[in-house]
């Protein structure tokens, strides 16, 4: 049976219904209900208790007065909420993309100065424009080229990094910052006796009640008798704990004026003003690549969470309206004085614990966190910087993921390897540099698997209808005929390497009374799922030089996608649609290699 093209239709499983760009206010809007307020409430009250500490801590980490990360906890909270596909993504500062912030700034501006500020906002309104775009465009898919082993190696060294760089401030040095982990190691070995003891017990204090309440209070609440949800909001409430503790004992021992314990100092109260990023070009091009960073790390870390947590929900995420969604909550924090933002895990998985139910609740929580900018930045005056160390330090802990590489490491060594390339990247090259080389590493692995296509000589099992690898299973096979599957799309890398399979396999047998040369050569085409330029000119090369040595190709299992453009193109005519099958064993009927409606045809050889 020969293959006919078809007009290029999508399935009807395909289709969209245009839900996917309807704005998320108007979907949650028309069905929220009474009963979804209270789980909104809870939720926004619970995260805002999380965020205010956490946003103030990710902030100093990004080399930012810590206001700047309340006023990045406002806007964009709204606008993801008005425009986020995900009902639960709690949009805000994050560490990494705080450490990338820092890292891209520093060389450029003095830390907490002016211009320094500026940059972040500038950095903000990059990421924001460059999320729109790619949401407008559905480029999202574009993220995905960086592969899961080497993104796990670039999030713990990035942990590992932020873990480190706060070593100095729970210590109470005075010594300078650096985005690279060995500059950072041998800063703190320099000065080991400049060790701040009366910062030293803070932070001890500090981490104390946060490893407390993460690990075993959690527990210890259920097992009293508390419901699930009291006992996570408890838990959840450390970090504030922490700073309300610390500060108070700072204000009544008078810990910073008489031991010389570093505080946060003033925290100008108020809303954000309008702010405008810098459109130097300049500016513009040397903030560019940290931008992209920041925007494919953000984006990333965004999706996964909101995908893992949407699975449990049995809800569906948009990946383009998410695109959007986060670039338009990024420009809007380069408006009000804000510095990159994205969906935190943690967070996220508290709101969805604590009831939320729809993008109201992220609006609650920023109109919670406005109010305490507004009433309540006085009390933090005298916040120890040990205790946002302590707070960022317990945060990145959830970073670490250890699981992974010894799964990748027993799975694939390459893969290992690429994992491994990236954690000592970003440790001795810097973190915007690690991301570079961890996208690199992903596509040369790509190249390097897809450019050596996995292929088999194959054939039938039995007297059935399925063809095997001849490697694997008892099956028959024809001296002259050769059954060739390719397990990958062809393209213009790997296509050279099936064109040499398949000529050694036309010349292997000579031409004897008692073993015929091979006549045919049948390609299973059944994982073929794109054909490009250079492959489609290499097959049609291929199809020539074997009807000049005696040997005709055959095509099976051609997908209908695949098989339209070889038609458009001319190459179903140029191989003849006879020598188009459906299936292997279509092709072998065809040949007359095996039984056709109940009678056994040969040809000659």
């Keep these: 049976m020969a293959f006919t093209s078809a007009p290029n239709q999508r399935l009807p499983i395909g289709r969209t219904t245009g839900t996917e760009h309807a704005p998320a206010l108007l979907r949650w809007l028309r069905r929220y209900r009474r009963s979804d307020l209270s789980g909104d409430l809870l939720a926004g009250l619970v995260v805002a208790v999380m965020l205010v500490p956490q946003a103030m801590a990710y902030a100093m980490l990004a080399g930012l007065p810590p206001k700047v990360g309340l006023y990045a ?3 964009p909270l709204f606008v993801y909420g008005l425009l986020g596909s995900s009902r639960v993504l709690s949009v805000g500062p994050v560490a990494i993309d705080s450490l990338l912030v820092a890292a891209a700034i520093a060389p450029l501006a003095a830390v907490g100065g002016p ?59 005075s010594i300078p910052s650096s985005e690279r982990f060995m500059t950072q190691i041998g800063l703190l070995l320099a000065n080991l006796g400049a060790i701040h003891w009366a910062t030293v017990a803070i932070s001890i204090l500090s981490l104390a009640i946060l490893l407390f309440f993460k690990g075993p209070l959690g527990p210890l609440l259920r097992r009293a008798g508390l419901g699930e949800l009291a006992a996570l909001t408890i838990a959840r409430s450390a970090p504030l704990l922490v700073v309300l503790l610390t500060t108070v004992a700072v204000a009544l021992l008078q810990l910073d004026t008489r031991y010389g314990v570093r505080i946060v100092g003033h925290v100008p109260a108020g809303l954000p003003m309008l702010t405008l990023p810098s459109l130097d070009m300049s500016t513009l091009r040397s903030l560019a690549p940290a931008a992209l960073a920041i925007a494919a790390v953000g984006y990333m870390e965004a999706i996964s969470t909101a995908q893992s947590l949407a699975r449990k929900r049995r809800e569906r995420i948009y990946s383009s309206r998410e695109l959007v969604a986060l670039g338009a909550a990024n420009l809007s924090a380069a408006l009000t004085g804000g510095y990159p933002v994205t969906g935190g895990l943690s967070r996220s998985a508290v709101n969805a614990s604590a009831g939320a139910r729809t993008g109201l609740a992220s609006m609650i929580t920023a109109t919670l966190v406005a109010l305490t900018a507004l009433l309540l930045t006085p009390l933090f005056r005298q916040l120890p910087n040990a205790a946002l160390a302590a707070i960022i330090l317990v945060a990145v802990l959830t970073l670490f993921d250890f699981k992974t590489p010894r799964f990748v490491y027993r799975y694939s060594r390459s893969d290992a390897a690429a994992m491994a390339a990236a954690f000592l990247a970003v440790l001795f090259l810097g973190v915007a540099n690690g991301i570079l080389v961890g996208a690199g590493l992903s596509l040369l692995l790509y190249i390097a698997r897809t450019s050596r296509p996995h292929v088999a000589v194959v054939g039938r099992v039995g007297e059935s209808e399925h ?16 059954l060739v599957r390719v397990d990958e799309s062809l393209y213009f890398a790997n296509v050279g390497d099936l064109a040499d399979v398949i000529m050694a396999q036309a010349a292997q047998n000579p031409d004897t009374p008692d073993v015929p040369c091979v006549r045919a050569i049948v390609l299973i085409c059944v994982a073929i799922n794109s054909i490009d330029a250079s492959a489609l000119e290499t097959l049609r090369a291929l199809v020539d030089d074997l009807r000049r040595a005696g040997v005709e190709l055959h095509l099976t299992d051609v997908k209908g996608p695949v098989m339209d453009k070889l038609a458009a193109i001319g190459f179903v ?16 009927k065809a040949l007359g290699y095996v039984e056709t409606g109940g009678t056994k045809v040969s040809i000659s050889n």
Excluded: C
């Design 115 to 173: 211009q320094y500020m500026q940059l972040a906002l500038t950095l903000a309104f990059l990421v924001g424009l460059i999320e729109l775009v790619m949401g407008l465009l559905r480029l999202g898919f574009l993220v995905s080229f960086i592969s899961q082993p080497v993104l796990v190696g670039f999030i713990n060294a990035s942990a590992l990094v932020i873990a480190v760089s706060q070593i100095k401030n729970l210590l109470g040095m």
């Design 73 to 75: 906890s406002m806007l």
């Design 467 to 482: 063809y095997r690898n001849v490697l694997r299973h008892e099956v028959t096979t024809w001296p002259a005929v050769v």
């Design 573 to 588: 005519d140029h191989i003849g649609r006879d020598h188009i099958h459906l299936s292997a064993h279509e092709a072998m």
